[in-house]
Protein backbone atom coordinates (compact mmCIF):
# COMPACT_ATOMS: atom_id res chain seq x y z
CA UNK A 1 0.00 0.00 0.00
CA UNK A 2 1.35 3.49 -0.64
CA UNK A 3 -0.60 5.51 1.31
CA UNK A 4 -0.25 5.07 4.79
CA UNK A 5 -3.01 5.21 7.46
CA UNK A 6 -2.64 8.39 9.50
CA UNK A 7 -3.59 8.11 13.15
CA UNK A 8 -3.86 10.16 16.21
CA UNK A 9 -3.14 8.16 19.50
CA UNK A 10 -4.44 8.64 22.92
CA UNK A 11 -2.58 7.46 26.01
CA UNK A 12 -2.71 8.06 29.76
CA UNK A 13 0.02 5.84 30.76
CA UNK A 14 3.40 3.89 30.02
CA UNK A 15 2.60 3.66 26.39
CA UNK A 16 3.08 0.50 25.70
CA UNK A 17 0.45 -0.10 23.05
CA UNK A 18 2.03 3.06 21.45
CA UNK A 19 5.52 1.55 21.19
CA UNK A 20 4.28 -1.32 19.87
CA UNK A 21 2.00 0.21 17.09
CA UNK A 22 5.31 2.17 16.24
CA UNK A 23 7.67 -1.31 16.01
CA UNK A 24 5.33 -2.71 13.57
CA UNK A 25 5.11 0.17 11.84
CA UNK A 26 8.75 0.77 11.16
CA UNK A 27 8.57 -3.00 10.19
CA UNK A 28 5.75 -3.03 7.38
CA UNK A 29 2.33 -1.93 8.83
CA UNK A 30 1.06 0.54 6.79
CA UNK A 31 0.19 2.98 9.83
CA UNK A 32 1.75 6.48 10.51
CA UNK A 33 1.39 7.98 13.70
CA UNK A 34 1.24 11.94 13.09
CA UNK A 35 0.01 13.18 16.44
CA UNK A 36 0.45 11.80 20.55
CA UNK A 37 -2.30 12.97 23.12
CA UNK A 38 -1.73 12.62 26.47
CA UNK A 39 -4.46 13.01 29.30
CA UNK A 40 -1.22 12.93 32.19
CA UNK A 41 1.75 15.50 32.07
CA UNK A 42 4.23 12.82 33.32
CA UNK A 43 3.00 9.17 31.24
CA UNK A 44 5.87 7.90 29.69
CA UNK A 45 3.54 7.52 26.63
CA UNK A 46 4.72 11.14 25.87
CA UNK A 47 8.42 10.01 25.83
CA UNK A 48 8.12 7.10 23.54
CA UNK A 49 6.51 9.67 21.63
CA UNK A 50 9.53 12.29 21.53
CA UNK A 51 11.73 9.52 21.14
CA UNK A 52 10.15 8.22 17.38
CA UNK A 53 10.02 11.96 16.83
CA UNK A 54 6.26 12.17 16.99
CA UNK A 55 4.83 15.44 17.78
CA UNK A 56 2.89 15.29 21.36
CA UNK A 57 0.23 17.04 23.80
CA UNK A 58 -0.73 16.99 27.11
CA UNK A 59 -3.67 17.83 29.02
CA UNK A 60 -3.83 17.83 32.56
CA UNK A 61 -6.72 17.56 35.64
CA UNK A 62 -7.36 21.00 35.09
CA UNK A 63 -8.36 20.67 31.30
CA UNK A 64 -10.76 18.26 31.79
CA UNK A 65 -12.71 20.04 34.07
CA UNK A 66 -14.39 20.87 31.26
CA UNK A 67 -14.69 17.44 29.09
CA UNK A 68 -16.14 19.30 26.05
CA UNK A 69 -13.83 21.68 25.69
CA UNK A 70 -10.92 19.19 26.44
CA UNK A 71 -12.56 16.60 23.53
CA UNK A 72 -12.88 19.89 21.20
CA UNK A 73 -9.22 21.13 21.56
CA UNK A 74 -8.07 17.09 21.13
CA UNK A 75 -10.17 16.91 17.63
CA UNK A 76 -8.60 19.94 16.57
CA UNK A 77 -5.23 18.76 17.33
CA UNK A 78 -5.95 15.40 15.74
CA UNK A 79 -7.50 16.78 12.58
CA UNK A 80 -4.36 19.70 12.32
CA UNK A 81 -2.10 16.64 12.25
CA UNK A 82 -3.90 15.10 9.50
CA UNK A 83 -5.06 12.13 11.65
CA UNK A 84 -7.56 9.57 9.79
CA UNK A 85 -8.01 7.68 12.72
CA UNK A 86 -8.37 8.16 16.77
CA UNK A 87 -6.77 5.09 18.79
CA UNK A 88 -6.99 5.04 22.19
CA UNK A 89 -4.33 3.19 23.94
CA UNK A 90 -4.78 2.53 27.41
CA UNK A 91 -6.21 6.16 27.39
CA UNK A 92 -8.46 6.93 30.66
CA UNK A 93 -11.09 9.29 29.71
CA UNK A 94 -14.24 8.89 28.69
CA UNK A 95 -14.59 10.20 25.06
CA UNK A 96 -17.24 12.41 24.72
CA UNK A 97 -19.77 12.92 21.38
CA UNK A 98 -17.74 15.78 20.34
CA UNK A 99 -14.59 13.77 19.75
CA UNK A 100 -17.16 11.11 18.32
CA UNK A 101 -18.92 13.26 16.42
CA UNK A 102 -15.41 15.04 14.98
CA UNK A 103 -14.20 11.45 14.07
CA UNK A 104 -17.31 9.14 13.09
CA UNK A 105 -16.41 5.22 12.96
CA UNK A 106 -13.29 6.06 13.03
CA UNK A 107 -11.98 6.00 16.95
CA UNK A 108 -11.23 2.60 18.23
CA UNK A 109 -10.65 1.51 21.95
CA UNK A 110 -8.43 -1.72 23.05
CA UNK A 111 -10.41 -3.40 26.09
CA UNK A 112 -8.43 -6.11 28.12
CA UNK A 113 -11.14 -8.53 28.63
CA UNK A 114 -13.98 -10.50 25.54
CA UNK A 115 -16.78 -7.36 25.73
CA UNK A 116 -19.56 -7.59 26.70
CA UNK A 117 -17.89 -9.47 29.44
CA UNK A 118 -15.89 -7.45 32.02
CA UNK A 119 -16.61 -3.77 31.13
CA UNK A 120 -14.99 -0.97 32.90
CA UNK A 121 -11.35 0.26 34.06
CA UNK A 122 -10.55 -2.85 36.40
CA UNK A 123 -11.36 -6.07 34.04
CA UNK A 124 -8.61 -8.04 34.60
CA UNK A 125 -8.71 -8.22 38.27
CA UNK A 126 -12.40 -8.69 37.73
CA UNK A 127 -11.82 -11.74 35.30
CA UNK A 128 -9.72 -12.96 38.08
CA UNK A 129 -11.90 -12.46 41.02
CA UNK A 130 -14.73 -14.19 38.81
CA UNK A 131 -13.01 -16.69 38.11
CA UNK A 132 -13.31 -17.62 34.67
CA UNK A 133 -11.10 -19.72 32.64
CA UNK A 134 -10.69 -17.56 29.34
CA UNK A 135 -10.72 -13.75 29.22
CA UNK A 136 -8.97 -12.03 26.61
CA UNK A 137 -8.49 -8.92 24.49
CA UNK A 138 -11.35 -6.81 22.71
CA UNK A 139 -10.61 -4.36 19.44
CA UNK A 140 -13.76 -2.37 18.98
CA UNK A 141 -15.34 0.91 18.00
CA UNK A 142 -15.77 3.80 20.76
CA UNK A 143 -19.34 5.16 20.90
CA UNK A 144 -21.48 6.72 23.52
CA UNK A 145 -21.97 3.93 25.33
CA UNK A 146 -18.99 2.65 27.41
CA UNK A 147 -17.50 -0.37 26.48
CA UNK A 148 -20.36 -0.94 23.99
CA UNK A 149 -19.13 0.03 20.65
CA UNK A 150 -19.30 -2.19 17.53
CA UNK A 151 -16.49 -4.86 17.93
CA UNK A 152 -13.88 -5.47 15.53
CA UNK A 153 -11.90 -8.24 16.75
CA UNK A 154 -10.93 -10.43 20.11
CA UNK A 155 -8.75 -12.45 21.19
CA UNK A 156 -8.93 -14.99 23.78
CA UNK A 157 -6.34 -15.20 26.59
CA UNK A 158 -6.53 -18.64 28.99
CA UNK A 159 -6.19 -18.06 32.89
CA UNK A 160 -4.10 -20.75 33.97
CA UNK A 161 -3.77 -23.33 36.92
CA UNK A 162 -1.71 -21.13 39.71
CA UNK A 163 -2.35 -17.41 37.72
CA UNK A 164 -1.91 -14.57 39.53
CA UNK A 165 -3.73 -11.49 38.19
CA UNK A 166 -0.14 -10.22 37.24
CA UNK A 167 0.81 -13.21 35.55
CA UNK A 168 -2.91 -12.87 33.90
CA UNK A 169 -2.23 -9.19 32.89
CA UNK A 170 1.05 -9.80 31.45
CA UNK A 171 -0.28 -11.90 29.19
CA UNK A 172 -3.37 -9.97 28.43
CA UNK A 173 -1.33 -7.04 27.32
CA UNK A 174 0.92 -9.37 24.99
CA UNK A 175 -1.91 -10.41 23.22
CA UNK A 176 -2.66 -6.46 23.26
CA UNK A 177 0.10 -6.13 21.43
CA UNK A 178 -0.11 -8.43 18.95
CA UNK A 179 -3.39 -7.61 18.16
CA UNK A 180 -3.85 -3.80 18.06
CA UNK A 181 -1.17 -3.51 15.25
CA UNK A 182 -2.98 -6.29 13.32
CA UNK A 183 -6.35 -4.60 13.47
CA UNK A 184 -4.71 -1.58 12.20
CA UNK A 185 -3.05 -2.97 9.68
CA UNK A 186 -7.04 -4.26 8.85
CA UNK A 187 -8.16 -0.91 8.77
CA UNK A 188 -5.44 0.64 6.32
CA UNK A 189 -5.92 -2.31 3.79
CA UNK A 190 -9.80 -1.20 3.55
CA UNK A 191 -11.11 -4.10 5.02
CA UNK A 192 -13.30 -2.97 8.37
CA UNK A 193 -16.50 -1.47 7.79
CA UNK A 194 -19.55 -0.44 10.02
CA UNK A 195 -23.19 -1.21 8.88
CA UNK A 196 -26.32 0.49 8.72
CA UNK A 197 -27.13 -1.63 11.55
CA UNK A 198 -24.00 -0.38 13.83
CA UNK A 199 -22.37 -3.93 13.15
CA UNK A 200 -18.41 -4.40 12.21
CA UNK A 201 -17.81 -6.50 8.77
CA UNK A 202 -14.45 -7.47 7.90
CA UNK A 203 -12.75 -8.53 4.48
CA UNK A 204 -11.74 -11.34 4.25
Known sequence: MSEKLKIGVLVSG???????ILDESSDGLPVEVVKVV?????????ERARAAGIPV????????????AADRFI??????????????????????PVLLEAF?????????????????AHAIQDAFDAGVK????????ANEDYDRGPIIAQRPVAVREGD????????????EHLLYPEVLGMIAQGRVHV?????????A
Open 134 to 141: VTGVTVHF
Open 75 to 96: AKELADAGAQYVVMAGYMRKVT
Open 38 to 46: SSRPDAYGI
Open 195 to 203: TPEGKVSVD
Open 104 to 120: PNRVVNLHPALLPAFKG
Open 164 to 175: TVDDLAARIHDM
Open 57 to 68: VWLNREAYADPI
Open 14 to 20: SGTNLQA
